[in-house]
C-alpha cells in the first residue's frame, strides 16, 4: 500500500502531467517548493531536460488550473499544441468529476433519491 501525506483521500487522489516552456534553474525550486507546499499536494516531479512537470493531489481540494496559475505566476507556461488542450481538458474533466464524487452523498437502497 502506498503512504500518502497527512489530508490526502486515496480514492480523490490525481495524477497529471503537464508539458512547460521557460522552466529554468531558478523558477524550477520556486514552482516546486509552492506545489509541494500547498495542503493535499502528495508528490511533485519536476524534469527540467523534458520540460515536465507531473503533478499528484487530492482532486476534491484542488484542481489542474490551480497548479497552471501557480506555474504561470514563476514565469513558465504550458505548450501549446493540439495534445496538449487536448490532455488539459481531460484533466480539467477528471477534477470536476472526482469534485463531483466527493461532495455527492449516497443514498440508502431502501429510500428513493432525493429529487
Not at 51 to 67: C, F, Q, R, V
Not at 73 to 85: C, F, L, P, T
Amino acid at each position: 500500500m502506498a503512504e500518502h501525506r497527512l489530508g490526502i483521500n486515496p480514492g480523490f487522489l490525481t495524477k497529471h502531467s503537464l508539458s512547460l516552456r521557460g522552466v529554468n534553474e531558478s523558477n524550477a525550486h520556486a514552482i516546486t517548493a509552492e506545489l509541494d507546499g500547498l495542503p493535499c499536494v502528495d508528490r511533485v516531479w519536476l524534469n527540467m531536460t523534458k520540460g515536465t512537470l507531473k503533478i499528484a493531489y487530492d482532486a476534491s481540494h484542488h484542481n489542474i488550473d490551480e497548479m497552471i496559475a501557480i506555474v504561470e505566476k514563476h514565469g513558465a507556461v504550458i505548450k501549446d499544441s493540439w495534445w496538449n488542450r487536448t490532455r488539459l481538458s481531460w484533466q480539467r474533466q477528471t477534477d470536476e468529476n472526482i469534485k463531483d464524487n466527493a461532495r455527492h452523498e449516497a443514498h440508502c437502497c431502501n429510500k428513493m433519491p432525493p429529487h
